[in-house]
């Protein structure tokens, strides 16, 4: 065999061995909606300057976070502990680890640590630059 034969014999297989392991990488759909935790479908979001923030929120045990709301989209995953959301209609939904919630939009609610440990949040913020990502009420 000559050289380019074996220099061409040797990239395919190196291509094949990256392309496997590139590919052996698990996926889970954590979330995929058109709507919030109650059902609020989303509206036509009209960002002209987009802004991406994702904050790590810790939440003490029997701690209770001041009643606010969100004017921008925004995803928690919870990464540990156990939280209860509470709207100001008294609506609840309660999650554990694992979990995801889309949060609500525009509507004022609070969270709370229902559980034995410190509740870990990663919260994906998206909306115009300059929006804050809560208002308390």
């Known amino acids: 065999m000559n050289k380019t034969i074996k220099l061409v014999v040797v990239t395919l297989v ?14 889970n759909i954590l979330l995929k909606t058109t709507s919030t935790w109650d059902n ?13 923030s994702v904050l790590k929120i810790i939440i003490n045990i029997n701690e209770e976070l001041p009643m606010h709301k969100h004017d ?10 156990t939280l209860t959301v509470i709207t100001d209609d008294n609506k ?10 889309p949060e609500l ?8 640590n229902t559980g034995n440990e410190p509740v870990e949040l990663i919260v994906f913020y998206i909306g115009e630059k300059g929006t804050p990502l809560s208002v308390n009420k």
Request: glycine share 8%.
């Open 14 to 27: 190196m291509i094949l061995c990256t392309t496997i392991s590139a590919y052996s990488a698990e996926k």
């Open 40 to 52: 609020a479908k989303y509206k036509k979001l009209k960002i002209k300057k987009p802004e991406v």
């Open 72 to 81: 921008l989209v925004n995803i928690a995953y919870v990464k540990k502990g």
């Open 92 to 101: 609840e939904i309660t999650l554990h680890e694992g979990e995801v919630l």
């Open 105 to 112: 939009v525009g509507k004022y609610h609070y969270g709370k």
